[in-house]
């Protein structure tokens, strides 16, 4: 993907976790990630959503039609 792509679906993922973990009660989690912590997350959760896509894309390249 595009690093522009990439840097925007970070920022979101991101905004979304700090929003979920702010909103939850904070018994129901061990921990509450720091925002160095919500960031990595958010960064794994990019990484994961690439290689599937470039996984579909290998897998599409080497199925005939």
Do not use: D, G, W
């Not at 840097?7 to 160095?36: D, H, K």
């Amino acid at each position: 993907m595009e690093p522009k792509i990439v840097s925007r679906l970070e920022r979101e993922i991101e905004a979304v976790l700090a929003e979920l973990f702010a909103r939850t009660e904070t018994q129901e989690f061990p921990l509450q990630p720091s925002p160095q912590t919500l960031h990595l997350m958010a960064k794994a959760a990019t990484t994961v959503y690439e290689t599937a896509i470039e996984n579909r894309q290998r897998e599409k390249s080497h199925c005939p039609n």
